[in-house]
């Protein structure tokens, strides 16, 4: 589990898991919504991807 941060500067958890021979990010959300897999930014609403994480 590694914590970046979206361009608005909200901090996402991210769990890398491994899927067929591919490893896929998995977001988390830290604050509003805790323990949940996320697709977008809870704050910015932006499409979460891994490319665009700082
Ligand atoms: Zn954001």
Do not use: A
């Not at 021979?21 to 996320?38: A, D, I």
């Amino acid at each position: 589990m590694i914590d970046r941060y979206c361009l608005c500067g909200h901090r996402i958890h991210v769990q890398f898991s491994k899927r067929e021979n591919r490893w896929s990010p998995t977001f988390w959300s830290v604050v509003k919504y805790s323990g949940h897999k996320r697709f977008t930014c809870p704050v910015c609403g932006r499409k979460l991807d891994i490319d665009d994480l700082n």
